[in-house]
């Protein structure tokens, strides 16, 4: 057996124009994201999957911050992004060259090939269109031979918390769809800036911590006082999937 894919995984980085700028709990994106980078490089993925509000404020600068520390403190890593609700895919494109978005083109690793949905409606609420499911049907099924991985902004799963406010609103059909592709064995999201697993048949669902601030999971708008963090994901041969969460010290 060859070595298993690590895919690394980081959401919600809410870079703003100025770097120096902190927000909830005087946390500064910028310097988690930096800490958070840094951490990630000590496991040697393979690759890093961005799931989505890179920016906090929808400029340029938060961009060009951002593809300035993926330059400095992961160098070479394969990165590949999804836009969230906070972003500009037009602004995306244009500053990120090499790592362009994943819903426009899957990305192949071995025995494993990596899908990317656009989940970006309307204010903070998600939906996936008919097209885009269609299209990855067809995508997994002209490589049924390989195991198939779905990023998405959006929580397809409810949290049962203030979240669900902005919530993915054509999450059941999108649900249901996963359901009828068993070569799915994962869909990895972040929207909720928390670490949250759910199995549903065969495919697992994990959702990322957040770099900079954790959302609580209560009925009304609160944070968590656990750390910023990442999912490492070691993709094995077989479609199995170990995962876990590292996060930087208090």
Same mark, same amino acid.
Not at 17 to 30: H, L, Q, S
Not at 222 to 234: D, E, M, N, V, Y
């Given at each position: 057996?060859?070595?298993?894919?690590?895919?690394?995984?980081?959401?919600?980085?809410?870079?703003?124009?100025?770097?120096?700028?902190?927000?909830?709990?005087? !946390?500064?994106?910028?310097?988690?994201?930096?800490?958070?980078?840094?951490?990630?490089?000590?496991?040697?993925?393979?690759?890093?999957?961005?799931?989505?509000?890179?920016?906090?404020?929808?400029?340029?600068?938060?961009?060009?911050?951002?593809?300035?520390?993926?330059?400095?403190?992961?160098?070479?890593?394969?990165?590949?992004? !999804?836009?969230?609700?906070?972003?500009?895919?037009?602004?995306?494109?244009?500053?990120?060259?090499?790592?362009?978005?994943?819903?426009?083109?899957?990305?192949?690793?071995?025995?494993?090939?990596?899908?990317?949905?656009?989940?970006?409606?309307?204010?903070?609420?998600?939906?996936?269109?008919?097209?885009?499911?269609?299209?990855?049907?067809?995508?997994?099924?002209?490589?049924?031979?390989?195991?198939?991985?779905?990023?998405?902004?959006?929580?397809?799963?409810?949290?049962?918390?203030?979240?669900?406010?902005?919530?993915?609103?054509?999450?059941? !059909?999108?649900?249901?769809? !996963?359901?009828?592709?068993?070569?799915?064995?994962?869909?990895?999201?972040?929207?909720?800036?928390?670490?949250?697993?759910?199995?549903?048949?065969?495919?697992?669902?994990?959702? *990322?911590?957040?770099?900079?601030?954790?959302?609580?999971?209560?009925?009304? +708008?609160?944070?968590?006082?656990?750390?910023?963090?990442?999912?490492?994901?070691? *993709? +094995?041969?077989?479609?199995?999937?170990?995962?876990?969460?590292?996060?930087?010290?208090?």
């Amino acid at each position: 057996m060859s070595s298993p894919l690590l895919l690394a995984q980081i959401s919600d980085c809410h870079l703003y124009a100025d770097k120096d700028k902190a927000g909830y709990a005087d !946390i500064v994106p910028y310097d988690t994201l930096q800490q958070v980078l840094r951490l990630l490089a000590e496991h040697r993925p393979d690759a890093l999957l961005i799931s989505g509000d890179l920016s906090g404020d929808h400029s340029r600068q938060s961009y060009l911050h951002l593809r300035h520390l993926l330059q400095t403190e992961i160098n070479s890593l394969p990165v590949h992004m !999804i836009a969230g609700n906070h972003d500009d895919r037009a602004l995306m494109q244009a500053t990120f060259e090499e790592q362009q978005l994943l819903d426009l083109a899957p990305a192949t690793y071995g025995g494993w090939q990596l899908h990317g949905l656009n989940s970006q409606a309307k204010g903070t609420l998600g939906y996936v269109s008919q097209q885009q499911l269609e299209q990855l049907t067809d995508r997994v099924n002209r490589h049924a031979d390989l195991h198939h991985i779905v990023a998405v902004h959006h929580h397809p799963i409810a949290v049962d918390g203030w979240m669900d406010k902005h919530q993915w609103t054509n999450r059941q !059909i999108f649900l249901k769809h !996963i359901d009828t592709l068993p070569e799915v064995k994962a869909v990895l999201y972040g929207h909720i800036h928390r670490d949250v697993h759910h199995r549903r048949q065969e495919c697992q669902y994990w959702a *990322c911590p957040s770099t900079c601030w954790q959302w609580g999971d209560g009925a009304e +708008f609160g944070l968590s006082t656990q750390q910023p963090g990442f999912r490492l994901l070691r *993709c +094995f041969d077989n479609g199995e999937i170990a995962s876990q969460v590292y996060r930087l010290a208090d």
